[in-house]
């Protein structure tokens, strides 16, 4: 175990860290967040992935591993990462107190509406372009004749075969 301590230490500042270290920040940094604002455990993976998506937005070019023992040394969190995150999402709503006494409420009958009549609007019809109607129309027109040429062509294909076997 001590040869990898000393290999650990022995990395250059500057080598980009691995995707392991990089989640290693990701947990310790959430750690801290969940610590600091009362997150309950249960919201701990999606407040990670909170984590990861600042972290890899602020660093786009990746950590070092320099950066790495920093994040990990360091007990406070980064100004960026804070001011990111939607906390507000990962804690749940507190119920609101009720009242002592609750008297029950008498149903109202529901009050007759009278249905909405919508009015058509006047909308603006496009001028209808004979040319291009009838450019496309003829287009499809060689296009479904190709097409049942080569039904033709399949189907007579299929014919012959079936002769053959037959002998």
Do not use: C, W
Not at 100 to 106: G, L, R, S, V, Y
């Amino acid at each position: 175990m001590k040869a990898t301590s000393k290999s650990f230490a022995n990395i250059d500042n500057n080598r980009l860290a691995t995707a392991k270290q990089f989640f290693r920040v990701t947990v310790h940094h959430a750690n801290l967040v969940k610590d600091e604002k009362g997150i309950p455990e249960k919201y701990f993976f999606r407040l990670r992935k909170q984590v990861e998506a600042v972290l890899a937005r602020n660093n786009p070019n990746g950590l070092t591993h320099g950066d790495v023992q920093k994040f990990l040394a360091s007990k406070k969190l980064p100004k960026y990462l804070i001011g990111n995150l939607q906390i507000l999402t990962l804690v749940e709503p507190k119920a609101e107190e009720a009242p002592a006494k609750t008297q029950p409420k008498a149903k109202k009958a529901p009050a007759k509406t009278q249905p909405k009549v919508v009015q058509p609007t006047a909308t603006a019809t496009p001028e209808f372009n004979h040319k291009d109607f009838d450019a496309r129309l003829t287009f499809l027109e060689g296009e479904v004749s190709v097409m049942s040429e080569d039904i033709q062509t399949i189907k007579s294909g299929m014919e012959m075969i079936l002769e053959s076997i037959r002998g």
